[in-house]
């Protein structure tokens, strides 16, 4: 029997890439890019054996239409864009492609740190003003000796992972907590392990989040976790916008507390009316903000390389679990 899989986005100009990995015994069909999937029509819906989620969303209105539905495959890491109780009551299999964007999205969260840290952000901003600043450079709480300080990791999966040990090449003395791991996974990699997120908040002279987006971490970056930082810490977050509390950052740089942050990720994405306190400030140049914060829109991931690792990854994930029967990056049910 012939699966028809669906890509509902129209991502790419042609879908060779995914035919050839997902063989024969599957259609696969486009969805014209439609901008939700409140827009397809329902006769194709019901013909879907197989759905890709890339920046739609899934809920229960949608899962409805979708009579024949087995397999959804989230084509990124995160999959809080899926209604996980409803696909699980349904029996769906869902999947996610954890092993894409492992490296970019690790370069990025240190790029950004040490573009804070090293004060390239802050000297580009300050050069450019106008008037521009004096040919010199400038004592500021953002600059600091990767040698001499802490790097914190919230969440040592594989993005956290990589990040730490770049982090550590740097000279850093990095430290992580993640209650899931085993013990031990500190000593394997060379890095340290505290016990409680208190303790890596308190320790962190600059913080790397890199949780998944789950009901117990949104919102788990409190502005009470952030005071706890060392005064001139920063922040970065390339993980997803709603598990740091913005308002509370905005609160801490404000006063002065932290000395800067780098995000790749906001609570709503892309950002509406009205702005946060924060993106207001940033967007609007207001001078108590230059230099201490930089902003990127969710590109972390990004090179041309990874696009390749996500179409192949996921078309993959695809095969092996509608084609194959396997349980190739299966999220357990209830597991968030």
Request: aromatic fraction near 6%.
């Amino acid at each position: 029997m012939t699966l028809t899989v669906l890509e509902p986005e129209g991502m790419y100009p042609d879908t060779a890439l995914e035919r050839k990995v997902l063989g024969p015994e599957v259609r696969l069909l486009q969805g014209g890019g439609a901008a939700s999937l409140a827009d397809l029509p329902d006769e194709l819906c019901a013909q879907v054996d197989g759905l890709f989620i890339f920046r739609h969303w899934l809920r229960a209105a949608d899962i409805a239409r979708f009579p024949r539905l087995k397999a959804v495959v989230r084509m990124g890491v995160g999959y809080d864009r899926l209604d996980r109780d409803t696909l699980d009551a349904r029996g769906v299999k869902v999947c996610n492609v954890p092993d894409y964007g492992t490296m970019e999205v690790a370069d990025h969260a240190v790029a950004l740190a040490l573009s804070l840290r090293r004060g390239i952000i802050l000297h580009h901003e300050m050069q450019r003003a106008e008037p521009p600043a004096p040919w010199a450079y400038l004592d500021h709480p953002l600059i600091q000796r990767p040698q001499t300080r802490t790097f914190g990791v919230l969440g040592l999966g594989r993005i956290g992972t990589a990040a730490a040990l770049r982090a550590k090449a740097f000279g850093w003395r990095v430290v992580f907590f993640d209650p899931y791991l085993p013990n031990g996974v500190d000593r394997a990699l060379g890095i340290e392990r505290v016990r409680t997120i208190e303790e890596l908040f308190s320790t962190a002279d600059t913080l790397s989040i890199h949780t998944p987006l789950t009901r117990t971490t949104r919102g788990m970056v409190t502005e009470r976790l952030l005071r706890l930082m060392p005064a001139g810490g920063v922040v970065v977050n390339t993980a997803r916008g709603p598990v740091l509390d913005i308002d509370g950052l905005y609160a801490v740089l404000k006063d002065g507390h932290l000395a800067g942050a780098g995000l790749d990720v906001l609570p709503q994405e892309p950002p509406v009316e009205p702005l946060p306190a924060l993106l207001s400030a940033y967007r609007a140049r207001e001078p108590w903000l230059a230099g201490r914060l930089v902003i990127t829109p969710h590109s972390a991931f990004h090179t041309r390389e990874a696009w390749e690792d996500i179409r192949v990854k996921s078309a993959e994930t695809m095969r092996d679990v509608l084609v194959d029967g396997l349980q190739t990056n299966v999220i357990p049910p209830g597991s968030d």
